[in-house]
């Protein structure tokens, strides 16, 4: 999995759109998804963008464009969800990538000259995009030392780290059932907060709703059988692709409620992700060794140390909208950016560490980094860390002020991986507007 | 729900040993479960536990035996699972159980002279339980006064109970996929542990492997839409029904690895429960008003305040038996015995608080009580209490002494309710063997 240039980034795509060099689905991303077409509503189907496109894989099949990949790979992408495809095997996802990038370039299977291109080559803004696998479980770590470090000195200022954070890739269960797509609108929750750490407590309206900027990727492969792990170098072949995650936070819901079992109803309310899962073999040649290691860090656990191991430089940007600024038609206000490299645990090591007590994974399930942050103050991942708990607010475009998020705001969330020589390779958009209380 | 005798208390059932002093599945219990008969396999199919018994829904179906009942009901009850019983009403539910005690007692709806009734009346011995839902989500409360103020106190003693356990049901996500049904064997897991709070850590077999003893209940009825509330008063009306549950955990691996995010590796490796969902109506006649408050308890929020509020009193009884004890012959010794009456917050508690921040629930969740111990030595519900953490030993039966759990013993939780002038319902068992690590 160590960097390494990849060859299809000189093959000619024919796809209107798809060498935009701002864009974000070149040939070499093909990231999959899942939606409902305008014209079959309530009938979600698999697809593949493509420049402002995205392939219908069910109708592919239909008109036998997919003719030459094994019948397991054709019959996994006639499914209404990822699942079947994350459940085979990394071969079968090559092969299933292989077989698209040849419909979409000019070569012997090109569909360039096909009766039928029209039917299969979808205008990406028409489609009504899904939450792209049932997840079975979603577990979320606090994989960023910038993070953990920043919320760690406002919580407890005598020990931001605990003991065990650089030993272990400290992780929770988050919520399933939560997790939306990009663009559902979310909902201020409710919850008890308390204005001291003794209480008494009171129950109404968040008043500190935040964001956090996370990826999140999607164990694939056969999943393991119960007491059996799945070491470090494994894991990686269990990565079957990333998408962004904003997992909404009530801070002063967590804040009173999070000892001593954790954060529970302060995140379980809503998580977004961007609805297109980048692969992984997409996003290799942005793939650098690492992470890095600080001197005094501690020698990692054999179980987590892997010779090869990898982070990837997605870059993170983090945009921030007034109902106003959205009215008047304003471009959103930068929040934040950073980079998916400065993570300290690498996904590789968060799955192996999930697996080691033989927990058992399975196809769609969801693991999300926790929120990232960088060393830079425009580097940090989410509103408590960036406006440090309100003390240093932001100013909007539209010249108000936010410590938290309010009613109307919208939070959008990009990402995408660039290299000299290579195109830019994106994920879309993980965005949400903020709704009143109910 | 407050209390109410059971009319179907004077029922006459014409199943061999349903009327038992003994047995768990009088026609006042009828339970739902899932199952694979020996001539069925991998075609699972849903159950109600009798005698010794089991009636097969769908082969009732085929035989024109549900003829009467709701076609929405009687498509539920030919699923594989449960789910889309409790997709249905509270409603729905006394019509399925009333049309069963129909087929199964001497009325005009008997079918104890029907020509097909050996080929739907399966012995329960023969059967292979299963998970009865496809548990969408997990969650894992701290219900029990007396187990969070004994636990706290070893790993916090200046302050056992947190400022805010008495103001919220304090709980956390779980892992869905990592549920078993009884009998499933436990693998021990690894883990990292620490002798030092302060590491370094070292990678092993856990050496504190622990059962809790809880109560989980399903989630019934339409779920929530994301962003509303489920008030105190309308989570009772999606009580679905109860199990027994035994959350296995790794102690030494929970102290290392619980802060700041909770739990997460030493309660992921398995969790089981009893088979047989013992339907909330079932247990009405053994509900009590409650529970009690002590004096200086803090008042309720509104929003977790139900004046017909209530819990219900379930014997609960863990039993353990080491692999000499087993091959012996011997019986297991027992371990505790309490009540999930001595819980300080409801069900329909937890339910309303886990929605309060407008979190979507979905038919087939599951809920559990957290560990339940009560005020007596016998009354504590894991060996971390009743060993007061290894400090004090259980000699079993075979003579051996007992910190935690040992590989090849087998520990047995029972569940049952009693009151006088109304027969003994139960749960039937939730069992698990300890495999050595792998």
Not at 419 to 435: D, Q, S
Request: net charge neutral; proline share 7%.
């Amino acid at each position: 999995m160590r960097r390494k240039l990849d060859m299809t980034t000189e093959t000619h795509c024919w796809v209107p759109g798809a060498t935009r060099a701002d864009g974000d689905f070149p040939i070499q991303n093909l990231p999959w998804g899942v939606a409902e077409r305008s014209d079959r509503q309530g009938e979600p189907r698999i697809f593949v963008a493509i420049g402002d496109s995205a392939l219908d894989m069910a109708e592919c099949a239909g008109f036998g464009m997919l003719a030459g990949l094994a019948p397991r790979i054709e019959a996994a992408l006639r499914m209404p969800t990822l699942n079947g495809l994350m459940a085979l095997d990394a071969a079968d996802w090559t092969a299933a990538r292989a077989h698209v990038t040849g419909l979409l370039t000019s070569g012997a299977h090109s569909i360039e000259k096909h009766a039928r291109r029209d039917a299969v080559l979808i205008a990406r803004a028409s489609l009504k995009m899904q939450v792209p696998a049932a997840i079975g479980d979603y577990t979320d770590f606090y994989a960023s030392e910038f993070h953990a470090t920043n919320v760690g000195s406002m919580f407890r200022p005598n020990q931001p780290l605990m003991p065990n954070w650089k030993y272990l890739p400290v992780g929770y269960h988050g919520r399933a059932s939560s997790i939306v797509v990009d663009g559902t609108p979310v909902v201020r929750p409710h919850g008890q907060t308390s204005a001291t750490d003794e209480g008494p407590p009171t129950f109404g309206p968040s008043k500190l709703l935040d964001h956090e900027l996370e990826v999140g990727f999607f164990f694939g492969g056969a999943g393991n059988a119960m007491g059996n792990r799945i070491s470090v170098a494994e894991a990686a072949k269990h990565l079957f692709g990333c998408v962004i995650l904003n997992d909404w936070s009530a801070r002063d819901v967590q804040k009173w409620e999070y000892q001593p079992l954790g954060p529970f109803t302060a995140k379980n309310f809503c998580s977004t992700v961007s609805p297109w899962v980048v692969t992984l073999e997409a996003l290799r040649p942005y793939c650098i060794p690492g992470p890095s290691r600080k001197e005094g860090d501690p020698a990692m656990l054999d179980y987590l140390r892997w010779d090869n191991d990898f982070v990837v430089d997605v870059t993170l940007e983090v945009l921030l909208a007034s109902a106003a600024m959205r009215a008047a038609g304003t471009a959103p206000t930068r929040v934040s950016i950073g980079s998916f490299k400065d993570v300290y645990w690498t996904m590789s090591q968060m799955l192996a560490h999930h697996t080691s007590t033989g927990c058992n994974m399975r196809p769609g399930d969801l693991l999300a980094s926790g929120t990232i942050s960088g060393p830079a103050k425009e580097n940090r991942g989410c509103m408590l860390e960036r406006t440090w708990r309100g003390t240093e607010p932001i100013t909007l475009a539209d010249g108000t002020e936010r410590r938290f998020l309010q009613d109307g705001d919208e939070l959008t969330i990009r990402g995408w991986c660039e290299r000299p020589g290579l195109p830019r390779i994106g994920f879309g958009e993980c965005r949400g507007a903020i709704m009143p209380a109910r």
